[in-house]
């Protein structure tokens, strides 16, 4: 009898610990979905392509309508209670998505050709993937494509460059051979030059185009997608410590954006923000997506193009993007 119960509390004994080590039949906890959705306003106002006018725009207060709203975003992960980032692992491969390697890509599309949009019928307002099951109270993304996929062979078949980056697929986030892809190509214009007959508006120069991107970029052979570098990356920090996907969406304000630039006329060479360093529109977007911009002056202009941040943050986040306007935390 002594040994029969020394045998059944050793038997006990080893039940209890592989439940304590999580040992027996049971499940691992399932991945967690999550959906970010996304969408474009004005201030606190929803704005779309159909938006008849979008009153209060840059410095001059102008009315406007959408024409544009594309993005990508670029490794996105979750923030764990404990501050640890874990990363969202998106669908398969598709037209909106891209997984090579450690760098995962979305292509955000607020926009569908009604109204005065002029882009694709297409759209995709929210990026989709899972975590691992846990306790995630924020986000933290870029605003991008990542260096390597940026700067592949834009005309290779979409087994090399997948469907998401292609230009087959997404011709209007095209931008050069060294510059790679529009990290983000949001439009607005004019209210009268927006309507189908092309009216001539109030503005004078009837498109204001914030088209974010890579440049000075060089390398071997740039048209072959070669590119060793970029001077000015131009990729934004998104980050918020607080955000419940379930609950919660991201807001692109336009209005913010636009919020130092007479959105009605153009500085300095192509119309609106290009990225470029003699762009003197783009002191204020770079200011406002909290990316460090070395501009200079024009030859012959009577203006001087501002900086945004310093030498330490040139074409890079400034502070982690922590004072960036744009992007906004909203309830569903």
Known sequence: MKHSF??????LAGAGLLSACGGGDAEPSSPKSIDIQFATVAGSAAVNCDTASIPSLGTTNANGRLRDARFYVSNVAMIRADGVEVPVTL????????TVGTDRVTLIDLEDKTGACNGTTDTNPSLKGTVPAGNYVGVTMTLGVPFALNHTDQTAALDKTPAVINNAVHPGMAWSWAGGRKFAKIELT???????????????ASVFNMHLGSTGCTGTNPAAGLVDKCT?????????????????????????LLAENDATANMSGPTGCMSGLTDFECT????????????????????????????????????????QTVFKVAAK
């Open 190 to 204: 004019d209210v009268l030059a927006a309507e189908p007959a092309d009216t001539a508006g109030k503005w004078a």
């Open 6 to 11: 020394s045998l059944i509390a050793v038997a």
């Open 284 to 323: 204020g977007v770079f200011k406002a997506l909290q990316i460090g911009f070395d501009g200079t002056a024009a030859t012959g202009a009577t203006y001087t193009i501002g900086k945004v941040g310093d030498a330490t943050n040139y074409g890079l986040p400034i502070a982690g993007g922590a004072a």
């Open 91 to 98: 669908p398969a491969n598709n037209n909106w998505n891209a």
């Open 232 to 256: 000015e990356p131009n990729r934004a920090t998104v980050r918020f410590a607080a955000f419940n996907p379930e609950t919660q969406k991201v807001n692109v304000d336009v209005r913010a």
